[in-house]
C-alpha cells in the first residue's frame, strides 16, 4: 500500500513500467559527462561512485549534479552558497542513501542544507524529500500551486492529471475504497515540513538565484535560474533525455525533450514553459533526466527545439522530438 501510496503522487506508474521494460534490454554503461564533442562544462570535483552509487559532479560554479541515476536518469542539484547549500529535488523514495553519501563525497559530514527545493510533487523528484528533510532537520519548499498534490490531496490530484493518471491511477485509487486511498497517500505526503515559496521569485538561502513559474508539467512546477550565468534547473519542465520515444527511453538518449506527455497535466501550458526557458538562453540545462548540457550552443540548441516544439504541437504526444544537439552529452556505453 505504501508503494502505491508513491507511486499515486501523480502518474509515476508510466516511469515504473518503463523501468521494468528497460530492466529487459542489457545495461549500458554508467552516466557521466563524458563524451561531449561540445560541452565545456568540467568535470571539476568528481566523486567516483562508490558502493552507494553516490556521485556527484560540479556543472557550474557551486553547482553539483548528483546523478544521474537508474533507468529514469534522475537528477538532484546541489547548490552551494557560501557555508551553506541547499539540494534542488530529492530523487526517488529508494535514493536518499545515495543522495546523502554524493553530498558528503563532496563536503564531508558536516554541513546539512539549509532546505530541500523541489520542482515539482512527482515522486521521482520528491520520493526522499520527507526522509531527507528528516535527517537533515530542513525545510522542504514548492510552488505554492505544488502543494496540494504533494500533501495527499486526492482531488487535486484528479483535478491535475495527466493522461497516466486519468487512464489507470485514478481508477486504481478509487477501486482500492477511501479508507486504503487515504492511507496510501499519507504515506508519501509530504504535509507537515513543505513550505510555499516566497512570492517573488526570491529563494530563501540561495544568493543570487530565484524560481520562474513554469507550469503545464504539473500547475506549480518552477525552473531554478542563476542569471548571472544563466544556470538553469529546469526540472520536468524541459528535459535532457529522450523520454517521449520510446526507443529514446529505452537505449538512455541524450537530448532535448518536453516533459513526458503521459505524466504532463496541461500540455499547452508546457509549451508555454519551454519557450521561457528558452528565453533564459540557459549557458547550462541542468534537467530533471539526463545529462546536463553546457557550451556555447546551448542556447541556441534550446531556442531552436522550443520552436520546433511550437510549431508542431501536435506530434508525439504533443511535444515533438528532435535530435539532441550536435555536442549533448551522450551516456557512453
Ligand atoms: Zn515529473
Ligand atoms: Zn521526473
Redesign the pocket.
Known sequence: MKRIGILAG?G?LAVVAIVLVARRWRPRGPAGLRGRAEGTVDAARRASPGATGASATEIAQDVYLLGPWGRTQTNAYLVADGSSWILVDAGWGSDGPRIQAAARSLLGPGPTPSAILL??A?P??AGSARELAQAWGCPVYAHPAELPLATGDFAAMARYAGPLDRWLILPLMRAIGRRRREAALAGSSLAGILRPLPSGGAIPGMGGWEWIHAPG??PG?VAYVRAHDRVVIS??ALLTLEVNAWSGLLRQSQGLSG??WY??WDRGAAVASINVIADLEPAVLAA?HGLPLAGPGTAAAVRAFAERTTLRPRRIGGFRRVRGPRGCPRTPG
Open positions: 501523480a509515476s520542482t515539482h512527482h521521482d523528484h508539467h504539473t512546477h526540472g520536468d516533459p513526458p505524466t504532463t530533471g
